[in-house]
T-cell receptor, first 115, second 116 residues
Framework: DAGVIQSPRHEVTEMGQEVTLRCKPI?????LFWYRQTMMRGLELLIY????????DSGMPEDRFSAKMPNASFSTLKIQPSEPRDSAVYFC?????????????FGPGTRLTVL | AQKVTQAQTEISVVEKEDVTLDCVYE???????LFWYKQPPSGELVFLIR??????QNEISGRYSWNFQKSTSSFNFTITASQVVDSAVYFC?????????????FGTGTRLTIIP
């Protein structure tokens, strides 16, 4: 089975540009998570969805960040406008059901560099 | 609040030595889940183990073993006869799904370097 798919794998952009990160969860998984990894803050949860509905977006740093899940097989994380401090690796993860019964499976990540 | 502490920032050992990575957690619930993930230099996050709070049995998987002790709120990870391929950053994580939150809280990670 294919794992979690993320695109692009690397993104370099200039400050002020819009950035869209994409994620395809594992088929049949009900939960989808977006994480950000930086040296300073480690791995932190940004937002997660259950059956395409956002459940907890308390980790979204500010209004410049938005996430959508229009259907069960696709999610986007958008940053507009981007800033250098947004440079990080962004991971998407999915799980079949809650963590009470399973674990989160991570995609390969998108390395974002904002110049 | 949930908290996971991995006090060892970096560890280096010579190949074939045993090494233990420490993880201490804090939780307000009696039902919780603990995880270990490996992040090799290539960057992906690889799931290693999931353990629920009601199962204190130690687990062994090949050269890997885990020691879960509720009395000390610890979930330590031991690699026996380490190999160069074990070089990675290892993360311990905690979840409390009974509170309706599927969030994984990660520790800061331990960078393990195996010296050939």
């Amino acid at each position: 089975d294919a794992g979690v798919i993320q695109s692009p794998r690397h993104e370099v952009t200039e400050m002020g540009q819009e950035v869209t990160l994409r994620c395809k969860p594992i088929s049949g998984h009900d939960y989808l998570f977006w994480y950000r990894q930086t040296m300073m803050r480690g791995l932190e949860l940004l937002i997660y969805f259950n059956n395409n509905v956002p459940i907890d977006d308390s980790g979204m740093p500010e209004d410049r960040f938005s996430a959508k899940m229009p259907n069960a097989s696709f999610s986007t994380l958008k940053i507009q406008p981007s800033e250098p401090r947004d440079s990080a690796v962004y991971f998407c993860a999915s799980t079949p059901s809650g963590l009470g019964t399973d674990t989160q499976y991570f995609g390969p990540g998108t390395r974002l560099t904002v110049l | 609040a949930q908290k996971v502490t991995q006090a060892q920032t970096e560890i280096s050992v010579v190949e074939k030595e045993d090494v233990t990575l420490d993880c201490v957690y804090e939780t307000r619930d009696t039902t919780y889940y603990l995880f270990w993930y490996k992040q090799p230099p290539s960057g992906e996050l690889v799931f290693l183990i999931r353990r629920n709070s009601f199962d204190e049995q130690n687990e062994i998987s090949g050269r890997y073993s885990w020691n879960f002790q509720k009395s000390t709120s610890s979930f330590n990870f031991t690699i026996t006869a380490s190999q160069v391929v074990d070089s990675a950053v290892y993360f311990c994580a905690l979840s409390e799904p009974n509170f309706g939150n599927e969030k994984l809280t990660f520790g800061t990670g331990t960078r393990l370097t195996i010296i050939p």
